[in-house]
């Protein structure tokens, strides 16, 4: 079970980033 928690963690982490860097990529697109 602490595995899959970390796992969970782990992958809403990495979830954060990628949504983040959309977020930021897209912005960057606007302001162009």
């Given at each position: 079970?602490?595995?899959?928690?970390?796992?969970?963690?782990y992958?809403?982490?990495?979830?954060?980033?990628?949504?983040?860097?959309?977020?930021?990529?897209?912005?960057?697109?606007?302001?162009k």
């Amino acid at each position: 079970a602490k595995k899959g928690a970390v796992d969970n963690t782990y992958q809403a982490v990495v979830w954060k980033k990628l949504w983040l860097n959309l977020k930021n990529l897209t912005s960057f697109n606007l302001v162009k």
